[in-house]
C-alpha cells in the first residue's frame, strides 16, 4: 500500500519553472515505480513522466521532453517532476502514480494515485 500526497502547484507564467512534489508513505515505495499525470479541464488524464524504482530508467511523453525532469529521493520517499518553460497548454491538474512496473506508467496504468495538484500557467 502507497499513499500519495502533491505539492508545488501554482499559478506561474510562461517560460517560468516549477517543481512538484510527491511524498509517499508505505513500506513498498522503494520498490515503486512513480509516474507523474496531468488532467487538463475536459480532457483525458495524460501520462507525463515516469522514473524506476532506482531512478535509473525514466520515460517522457512527447510534449515534455527535454523540458520536464522526473527524479526520486528514496531516503526521503518523494518524487519530483522540475518542470522548465511552462507553456500555457501544460496547464492541468498534476497526479502523482504508483505502480510495481514503470512500463504499465508509461501506458497509464497505476495501482496508486494522489489527489492531485493545480498548475496553470498563464501566457
Known amino acids: 500500500q502507497v499513499q500519495l500526497v502533491e505539492s508545488g502547484g501554482r499559478l506561474v507564467q510562461a517560460g517560468g519553472s516549477l517543481r512538484l512534489s510527491c511524498a509517499a508513505s508505505?513500506?513498498?515505495?522503494?520498490?515503486?515505480?512513480m509516474g507523474w499525470f496531468r488532467q487538463a479541464p475536459g480532457k483525458e488524464r495524460e501520462f507525463v513522466a515516469a522514473?524506476?524504482?532506482?531512478?535509473?530508467?525514466?520515460y517522457y511523453a512527447d510534449s515534455v521532453k527535454g523540458r520536464f525532469i522526473i527524479s526520486r529521493d528514496n531516503a526521503k520517499n518523494t518524487v519530483y517532476l522540475q518542470m522548465n518553460s511552462l507553456k500555457p497548454e501544460d496547464t492541468a491538474v498534476y497526479y502523482c502514480?504508483?505502480?510495481?512496473?514503470?512500463?504499465?506508467?508509461?501506458?497509464?496504468?497505476?495501482?496508486?494515485w494522489g489527489q492531485g495538484t493545480q498548475v496553470t500557467v498563464s501566457s
Open positions: 502514480a504508483a505502480d510495481s512496473m514503470i512500463q504499465r506508467l508509461s501506458r497509464g496504468y497505476y495501482d496508486y
Open positions: 508505505g513500506r513498498t515505495f522503494r520498490n515503486s515505480a
Open positions: 522514473t524506476s524504482w532506482s531512478g535509473g530508467i525514466t
